[in-house]
Structure formats: C-alpha cells, structure tokens
C-alpha cells in the first residue's frame, strides 16, 4: 500500500514538474514572439524618433465624400477663398468663407498637382500630364484665358511651384526615381528664362521658399529626404548653401508650406500626417489627420494657412476612394508667411 501511494505521488510530482517546464518553456517561447501593440497595429505607425514631438489632430472642415477626388495644390486667394485642385479631371476648385464650392478652371488634361496665385491674381497650375510630358498653365482668376509658361515640350514634369518677391517662381520636375535620378528643382524668371538651381534629384515633389525668400526648401519624394538651399540670388546658390536637413521614414514626403516664423510643413502623402520644422530643419511638431490609425485619409498631400491666422487647411483623399476627400483645419506654430502672390 505504501508502495502504491508513493508510485502516485512520484506520478503527481512528474507531471507538476512537467507543468512547470512546459510552462517556463511556454514563457521562454512568448517572450522570444513579437506581439503587436496599439501602436504598431495601425498601417502607419509613427516612427520612434518623431513620436515624441508635439502632437495635434486635425478635425475634419469640408467633406467631399461624394464624389472621386485627389486634392493637390491646396491656396487661399486675395478674396480669402480656398483654392485647390483636383487631379483627376484637372479641375480648380474654389470654397468660400461659407463653404460653397465651385469650379473656377473646367476638367481639362494637365493633370494638376502644383497651384499658386500670382499677385496680380493669375492661377498658375503645375500638371505631370500624362507623366511623360507636364506643363505649367497659367489662367485669370475666373478660370478664362488658358495660357501655357512651359509648354510639354520643355520635357518637365511640373509637380509644384512656388512664387518670388521679383514674380518669378521655383517649381519642382518629378522626374526620375531612387537610382535614376533625373529630376531637379528651376527657377522661371519673369522674361521666361529657366535656370537649373537643384539637378539630379529623384522625384522633387515640394517647394516652399522661407519669408525673407533667401532660403528654399525641397521635398525629394523617391529619396525620401528634406533639402535646404541657401540663396545667394534667385538664380544663385550660396557657396556650401546646400544640405539634406532631414531623412524621412516611411512612405514619402509631399507638398511644402512655410509659417512667419520660418518654420516648414511637410505634408506626409500616405501617412495622414504634416511634419513641422523649424528654420534650421529640425523637427518640432505634427499635425495628425484623424482616422490615420484606421487607414482613412492616408493621401495628404497639401495644405495652406488662412492669410493673417495661423490656420492651416489640409486637403487628404481616403486611399480605397470609399470616403472620397476632405478639408481638414488646425492650427500652427506662427501665423502664415505674407505670400510673395499676395504683396
């Protein structure tokens, strides 16, 4: 009888210990797993490096959800209407203080990705065409008078362009690729010359000059990278007056825009974010477009800040097309820059 029990204990003691290996053998084999967290579930996770900067979230102004939009080229005008441009048909769309909508530039095929107002009121649009020639147009401000400033068969692909004090503009080819490079940034004189500033880069994308106009900032989509350039003059860079300021993480770069105070947003196309820099390229803060963790609204593209405010309008289209485009509205650091289009 003695015997016996102490076969079953010596039983019992076995399969407690066998237990307590597969359990230790268990947590030994969790703890080597990789488990998603909150964070990292989500299709676009913010990198460690930048998810510690200052934080807002955008809230939606104007929803577009019933019709197929690419939102680009996001501008206010003189009359303080918001202007930007549909990709898809080549359309500008203009919205009032009140929000109306309307179409000042009809569907056509330039395929706009760039729009900015020149000071006596023109609208010149930035248009990859059909991605193997593009174009800069320019239009009065009720959308007539269609007239071509680089034609396509200047071999550019215009994707964005911004203005100088002189009315000349920078505008950014988007040509080439990550081993190819064979874009650039140019400037356009006011008598139409065309002057090479920064060659062989992979896809510039945006453009945005700083408000004394002697520094501008460029978004290398296919590198993934922020460039700063020293002017000496508009056609001129300073000597060491170029640099990479920032290396991107993620899907790439898009439009630019710049604050009073010098700072510069980046617009985080695929991400549904803006990431903010201050004069010298550091990063500061973002803007968050909501519903980002979901994957809504991931297209954001372009943004521009209520003259006189430090409002910012957003414009982002939904990647699956389900929930069409949207304005969205926040605020910045610093009041906008006063536009060069709008001295």
Request: net charge neutral.
């Given at each position: 009888m003695k015997r016996h029990k102490w076969c079953v204990t010596a039983a019992v003691l076995s399969l407690l210990v066998l237990g307590v290996a597969h359990a230790q053998a268990t947590d030994r084999e969790g703890s080597r797993a990789l488990a998603y967290?909150?964070?990292?579930?989500?299709?676009?996770?913010?990198?460690?490096?930048?998810?510690?900067?200052?934080?807002?979230?955008?809230?939606?102004?104007?929803?577009?959800?019933?019709?197929?939009?690419?939102?680009?080229?996001?501008?206010?005008?003189?009359?303080?209407?918001?202007?930007?441009?549909?990709?898809?048909?080549g359309r500008v769309l203009k919205v009032a203080p009140d929000k109306a909508v309307t179409t000042v530039v009809d569907p056509n095929a330039i395929a706009p990705t760039g729009l900015a107002v020149h000071k006596d009121g023109r609208l010149f649009l930035a248009g990859v065409g059909n991605m193997t020639s593009g174009s800069i147009v320019s239009f009065e401000p009720d959308g007539r008078g269609r007239a071509e400033v680089i034609p396509p068969s200047a071999g550019y692909l215009p994707d964005d362009l911004v203005f100088d004090s002189a009315g000349g503009f920078y505008f950014a080819d988007l040509k080439g690729t990550s081993t190819q490079p064979s874009g650039g940034v140019y400037y356009a004189s006011p008598d139409g010359r065309i002057s090479p500033i920064l060659p062989n880069l992979a896809a510039a994308n945006g453009v945005a000059l700083s408000p004394d106009g002697k520094t501008l900032w460029v978004t290398e989509y296919a590198r993934n990278v922020l460039h700063r350039v020293t002017l000496a003059n508009a056609t001129t860079v300073a000597p060491l007056g170029t640099a990479t300021a920032y290396h991107f993480t993620g899907p790439s770069p898009d439009g630019l825009r710049v604050d009073a105070d010098g700072n510069v947003y980046a617009a985080m196309f695929h991400q549904g974010r803006v990431l903010v820099f201050n004069r010298n390229g550091l990063p500061i803060g973002q803007i968050l477009i909501p519903g980002r963790d979901k994957g809504r609204f991931l297209l954001t593209t372009s943004m521009a800040f209520k003259p006189g405010t430090n409002e910012i309008y957003l414009v982002a289209t939904d990647g699956d097309g389900t929930h069409g485009a949207t304005v969205f509205r926040t605020f910045g650091f610093a009041k906008a820059a006063t536009p060069f289009s709008h001295q």
């Amino acid at each position: 009888m003695k015997r016996h029990k102490w076969c079953v204990t010596a039983a019992v003691l076995s399969l407690l210990v066998l237990g307590v290996a597969h359990a230790q053998a268990t947590d030994r084999e969790g703890s080597r797993a990789l488990a998603y967290t909150t964070a990292s579930r989500t299709p676009v996770p913010i990198p460690p490096s930048e998810i510690g900067l200052q934080t807002v979230t955008s809230e939606p102004w104007l929803e577009l959800t019933d019709q197929r939009l690419f939102l680009e080229g996001a501008v206010f005008d003189k009359a303080g209407n918001l202007l930007f441009v549909d990709m898809f048909t080549g359309r500008v769309l203009k919205v009032a203080p009140d929000k109306a909508v309307t179409t000042v530039v009809d569907p056509n095929a330039i395929a706009p990705t760039g729009l900015a107002v020149h000071k006596d009121g023109r609208l010149f649009l930035a248009g990859v065409g059909n991605m193997t020639s593009g174009s800069i147009v320019s239009f009065e401000p009720d959308g007539r008078g269609r007239a071509e400033v680089i034609p396509p068969s200047a071999g550019y692909l215009p994707d964005d362009l911004v203005f100088d004090s002189a009315g000349g503009f920078y505008f950014a080819d988007l040509k080439g690729t990550s081993t190819q490079p064979s874009g650039g940034v140019y400037y356009a004189s006011p008598d139409g010359r065309i002057s090479p500033i920064l060659p062989n880069l992979a896809a510039a994308n945006g453009v945005a000059l700083s408000p004394d106009g002697k520094t501008l900032w460029v978004t290398e989509y296919a590198r993934n990278v922020l460039h700063r350039v020293t002017l000496a003059n508009a056609t001129t860079v300073a000597p060491l007056g170029t640099a990479t300021a920032y290396h991107f993480t993620g899907p790439s770069p898009d439009g630019l825009r710049v604050d009073a105070d010098g700072n510069v947003y980046a617009a985080m196309f695929h991400q549904g974010r803006v990431l903010v820099f201050n004069r010298n390229g550091l990063p500061i803060g973002q803007i968050l477009i909501p519903g980002r963790d979901k994957g809504r609204f991931l297209l954001t593209t372009s943004m521009a800040f209520k003259p006189g405010t430090n409002e910012i309008y957003l414009v982002a289209t939904d990647g699956d097309g389900t929930h069409g485009a949207t304005v969205f509205r926040t605020f910045g650091f610093a009041k906008a820059a006063t536009p060069f289009s709008h001295q």
